[in-house]
């Protein structure tokens, strides 16, 4: 290093043995931060926006896996309530009773299935 560079100011972390120990980063600063200079692997500000970016990539992540659940479960509700339609369909026709008063009912628990599985808040009173 001449005398026009300086060093890092960050200390890293190895070891030697069993034993651990610290030693002052052997890079040259580039930057200087709070009267402190830092070699660009060490500079705070691009480890905080490096983090930010970890953290935006992490919630991402999390949201896309709950909404693949919420899809999962109201695919799976969807199933059920579907073999009930079909089961109430073959009573009612067995019967001969009329399918117009419970094919509402259905319509609106399958849309608010349909809802929830996007997202969507539901409308009142499925059941």
Not at 9 to 35: F, I, L, Q
Not at 97 to 113: G, T, V, Y
């Amino acid at each position: 290093m001449s005398e026009h560079e300086h060093p890092c100011s960050e200390k890293v972390y190895g070891s030697s043995g069993n034993w651990g120990h610290s030693y002052p980063c052997t890079r040259t600063a580039t930057v200087e931060r709070n009267k402190k200079r830092y070699c660009w692997q060490h500079d705070p500000e691009r480890i905080g926006r490096e983090e930010v970016k970890r953290q935006e990539k992490y919630e991402a992540e999390c949201e896309q896996e709950g909404a693949s659940r919420r899809r999962a479960a109201a695919i799976a509700e969807y199933h059920e309530a579907v073999g009930e339609l079909l089961a109430d369909l073959d009573a009612r026709v067995a019967m001969k009773a009329p399918l117009a008063p419970r094919m509402a009912h259905h319509r609106d628990r399958l849309a608010n299935i349909h809802k929830r599985a996007e997202g969507e808040p539901e409308e009142g009173g499925t059941e």
